[in-house]
């Protein structure tokens, strides 16, 4: 079984504060992670995501994670946030065994304060 | 390439009444998915398919059925429409090679928005 929880269901930043948005994970495998954004009325799109090679991943608008094993994290940071980073925001999980089902967390919405 | 593509983006219903949702993706990707959305409960997975031909339950499936006939159409079909299926449903697609679904990134359609009165 794999499942994701996501720490905090609203978080609100300032613009130009730092961004931290809490992922951890359960899998019995090696995971696969990744977050996706969701803006006002829109499907998901990919942010960024984990498939074993580096720990540190960049992803894009600035974002990135970095998978934990030791902590079963992949918290979601930004050094700076803008305006247009307000959206909800996903965690997900498949893994690396040829599993095909994707499990989502609950999401966090992102509100940026001017 | 329009990527995934759902018709119709709204659609109220009365109960009782059945309706289909439309997904198609012109990518060729094998594995196709319905999720439905739920304010604070993030995406359940309702149904996917591996391949023509091949469809799995997941997580929500009672109230819905799903089709495989070809790789880029992957219709769900809502039979006896029911409140509790007020929602936002998403189609996605992954490119899934034979068992493995890859890397597992799903491409998302914008999603179709179902009232239920």
């Known amino acids: 079984a794999q499942s994701v929880t996501q720490l905090g269901s609203h978080v609100s930043v300032s613009e130009g504060a730092l961004v931290l948005l809490r992922c951890n994970y359960s899998s019995s495998v090696p995971p696969y992670l990744f977050w996706y954004v969701q803006y006002p009325n829109q499907g998901l799109q990919l942010l960024l995501k984990?498939?074993?090679?580096?720990?540190l991943v960049k992803g894009i608008n600035g974002f990135e994670a970095e998978f934990k094993k030791s902590e079963t994290s992949f918290h979601l940071t930004k050094p700076s946030a803008h305006m247009s980073d307000a959206a909800e925001y996903f965690c997900?999980?498949?893994?690396?065994?040829?599993?095909?089902?994707?499990?989502f967390g609950t999401g966090t919405k992102l509100q940026v304060i001017p | 390439n329009a990527g995934v593509t759902q018709t119709p983006k709204f659609r109220i219903l009365k109960i009782g009444q059945s309706m289909t949702l439309q997904c198609t993706q012109d990518?060729?990707?094998?594995?196709m998915y319905w999720y439905r959305q739920d304010p604070g409960m993030g995406l359940k997975l309702i149904y996917y398919s591996v391949g023509a031909g091949i469809t799995d339950k997941g997580e929500v499936p009672n109230g819905y059925n799903v089709s495989r006939s070809t790789t880029e159409d992957f219709p769900l079909r809502l039979e006896l429409a029911a409140p509790s299926q007020t929602s936002v449903y998403f189609c996605a697609s992954n490119p899934g090679q034979g068992a493995r679904s890859g890397t597992g990134e799903l491409f998302f359609g914008e999603g179709s928005r179902l009232t239920v009165l």
């Open positions: 997900a999980v498949t893994n690396s065994g040829g599993y095909q089902k994707v499990t």
């Open positions: 984990y498939t074993s090679a580096a720990t």
């Open positions: 990518m060729n990707h094998n594995y």
